[in-house]
């Protein structure tokens, strides 16, 4: 597999460093051949620059690829807003010659050239596309057998569907198909789909926000999801955190939220510390002593199946 960049952006680096540990701690155990270059910035982030300075947020975005382009990389992030972003302003560059050749007359200055060459992709449709899902299976060595997850996709993964080509943005597969790899059932809900409402919280919305968050904590919590995983750092904030805020305020709901590494990593038997998971502000400890008693449930019965199998084989020399 060929060399790629990984575009951190602002959120995971800056307010949950236990994500990058997550995601370079399973990247490493995978063998992937992952780099870190010099040069990246913010995004931009779209629903902020893009509203007050689009030119601004075009070329921001567009110089970011160009870095790679430059390195000769593709690039991978574990930010759904970070790859939605710079996909959208790729596309549009790639199919508007003259906006390119106004974006590359200011990137001429420093250096650089936006041409567009380098790949972008989210880490969910990268690990089920580029990595493969039977390497991932492969992998595994405690299954999530017997436990109930719930996907959250959020609204960029996938979207928009004409740059980013991930996934289909109306009934996505992928993600659900990496969490069955590791045994684990994905839940189907009515909010499912639904945007996690962390944009209202960056436009002093926070109330309605708090709402659209609680709309599917509160469905999930009466449908008895063990947890929610997902792969977007704005999405982890509202579930995790905000969930946190809610609770500390009378609402009960229970959900532990994971990134996708976070599961993956205990599948292959990376220690949850290892992966950060200590860090996160909702207690995963009812998530991980199920599942640990369901793997000890299923290492006996694997044991007594083995056991039978082995005086089915003696009596048939008897």
């Not at 540990?21 to 913010?42: E, Q």
Request: net charge neutral; proline share 4%; aromatic share 8%.
């Amino acid at each position: 597999m060929k060399e790629f960049a990984i575009f951190w952006g602002c959120t995971i680096p800056t307010r949950f460093p236990f994500i990058e540990k997550s995601v370079r701690t399973v990247l490493d155990a995978l063998k992937l051949p992952y780099t870190d270059i010099d040069g990246f910035t913010c995004c931009p982030e779209k629903s902020l620059v893009n509203n007050v300075d689009s030119g601004m947020w075009t070329l921001t975005a567009a110089r970011n690829v160009a870095v790679a382009d430059g390195e000769g990389v593709n690039v991978v992030s574990p930010c759904t807003g970070c790859i939605s972003n710079l996909a959208t302003v790729a596309k549009d560059l790639k199919t508007d010659t003259t906006k390119k050749k106004e974006v590359n007359k200011t990137l001429k200055e420093i250096g650089r050239e936006f041409k567009g060459e380098s790949t972008l992709k989210h880490l969910i449709p990268f690990l089920h596309d580029d990595f493969g899902v039977r390497p991932i299976k492969d992998k595994v060595k405690y299954s999530f057998k017997g436990m109930q997850v719930a996907i959250h996709y959020g609204c960029h993964m996938m979207r928009p569907g004409t740059a980013l080509k991930a996934d289909d943005p109306l009934n996505p597969k992928k993600f659900d198909t990496l969490v069955e790899a590791l045994g684990a059932k994905s839940m189907q809900y009515m909010t499912k789909l639904t945007c996690c409402g962390q944009g209202l919280d960056r436009v002093d919305q926070h109330d309605k926000a708090l709402t659209l968050a609680r709309l599917k904590l509160r469905e999930l919590k009466n449908l008895g999801a063990d947890a929610m995983v997902l792969c977007c750092p704005s999405c982890y904030l509202q579930f995790d955190n905000n969930q946190f805020l809610m609770e500390k305020e009378g609402e009960k709901f229970g959900i532990p939220i994971l990134y996708y590494t976070d599961m993956l990593g205990l599948a292959m038997g990376i220690n949850p510390k290892d992966l950060g998971i200590d860090s996160h502000r909702m207690d995963a400890g009812p998530f991980l002593e199920k599942w640990a008693k369901l793997c000890q449930e299923e290492d006996a019965l694997t044991s007594a199946e083995r056991m039978k199998e082995g005086l089915n084989a003696d009596s048939a020399f008897i």
